[in-house]
């Protein structure tokens, strides 16, 4: 008998009746942070807000945007754990433009007390299987400064890609502005990207509940 916790992980394509549960993972996680250190992230999410973006396609591969999410349930009792959404080549993206061949992160978010058994790895390592699925060769993510999530990032694979001083700097000024210190005023300033090389199509199955669009 395993002992992981993550097998009581249940990995879902979210449905239109599970969107409030994506919505409340969601809130969780941004209203940690603040724009311009005061206004809670999390106040402009809602059910008709995600809908909008789960039913979008990406521009040019045509491929759902629904298709790159990915709710965690509690097989138990199917309560929300966490939520991944990924977007693709063509995908509106706030604060990243994909290439081709590349998967990038835009939101992972673990609820509190879910913390601790393995939903982000497994999170993670669905989107990787997608990645490969699509004969993507590039997972990427953006992380700030102080973010305990780093250490499971590195574990994963990602590795920091550097910047110059001119892409810091404006950077840094962003994150301030827009999410004051939310690990605190003693954690370094600003974010940075990671990346992880991929192999297309080595996906190890790990991706249950993938649909395809």
């Known amino acids: 008998m395993s002992n992981d916790p993550s097998d009581d992980v249940q990995i879902v394509t979210p449905t239109d009746k599970q969107v409030p549960f994506v919505v409340q993972v969601q809130t969780d996680f941004l ?79 673990v609820l509190p007390t879910a913390r601790g058994k393995g939903v982000g790895r497994k999170l993670l390592q669905w989107g990787e299987d997608l990645a490969k699925f699509d004969n993507c060769n590039l997972y990427t993510l953006e992380v700030l400064n102080g973010n305990a999530a780093i250490r499971l990032y590195e574990r994963f694979g990602f590795v920091a890609k550097s910047d110059d001083a001119c892409e810091w700097c404006i950077g840094a000024a962003f994150v301030c502005c827009f999410m004051g210190r939310p690990y605190g005023c003693l954690s370094p300033m600003g974010a940075y990207t990671m990346e992880k090389r991929l192999e297309a199509g080595g996906g190890d199955g790990g991706g249950e509940g993938m649909e395809r669009g």
């Open 31 to 109: 209203n940690s942070k603040h724009c311009c250190c005061l206004i809670p992230l999390g106040l402009g999410v809602n059910v008709k807000s995600q809908l909008k973006m789960l039913n979008s396609t990406s521009k040019t591969t045509k491929k759902s945007v629904r298709s790159y999410a990915a709710l965690a349930l509690d097989s138990d009792g199917g309560a929300p754990l966490g939520f991944i959404q990924l977007k693709g080549h063509g995908m509106v993206c706030d604060l990243h433009t994909p290439k081709v061949g590349e998967v990038y992160v835009e939101s992972l978010a």
